[in-house]
């Protein structure tokens, strides 16, 4: 595939998911959140400082040095170019990143508490444990991607991580796959919230994540 279609393509996908993150009501009262996709081992694509109404030409194209190739980036999405460049080096296998302020996950980052896995959406979409805190540092800058990177070389099999006292930071295969996430991530925070209130919420049982692959593997035979 060519590199413009590939760019295309790429785009189209962000434009679709930015797009799903505001019809299932996930983002703040703000809307603010950057997305970005893998293009090859050293450049990604980036929204430009916003994300309603987002239009694929409006994407840039971005070196994992930080250098801007092609576009235009608002100063506040190029402040966050390190963070999404240190997820796509610590892992080969991701192709695209959403960070947002989505509010009950943002709770949880506040209170500097890990979100537990405890709702069968996390399961199905990629994040079979505990969604761990990533300590604050200011935004964009060494100590925030120092942590963020050395968070992902802890948790070697997480997809996403809570920002201390600023959101939430989630990575998957594709836009669409790390949509679905942060959407199943939001509810399950939002349902923490609102189990606390009738006695707190309950792990799974021993085996949960092994019955949900199996009922997975059962459905697409």
Partial sequence: ?????????????????????????????????????????????????????????????????????????????????????????????????????SPSATAFAVAHRPLPCRTEPMLRFGQAEDVPVVPWGPRGSDVSVRGIADVLERCPTTAAVLLANHGLLVFGPDSAATAHLVVAIEESAEAEIAAAAIGGAVDFPPGAQEAVRAAIARARS
Wanted: without cysteine; aromatic residues 4%; charged residues 20%.
């Fill in 1 to 101: 595939m060519s590199d413009t279609y590939v760019r295309k393509e790429r785009a189209d996908q962000l434009v679709e998911a930015a797009k799903k993150l505001f019809a299932a009501g996930v983002m703040s009262h703000s809307g603010h959140a950057n997305l970005s996709a893998r293009l090859d081992g050293e450049r990604l694509l980036l929204t430009p400082g916003f994300v309603r109404g987002l239009r694929p030409e409006q994407l840039a194209t971005v070196g994992f040095d930080g250098q801007v190739l092609e576009g235009e980036l608002q100063s506040v999405s190029a402040e966050i170019i390190a963070m999404h460049s240190a997820v796509y080096k610590a892992r080969p296998h991701v192709g695209a990143i959403i960070h947002t302020h």
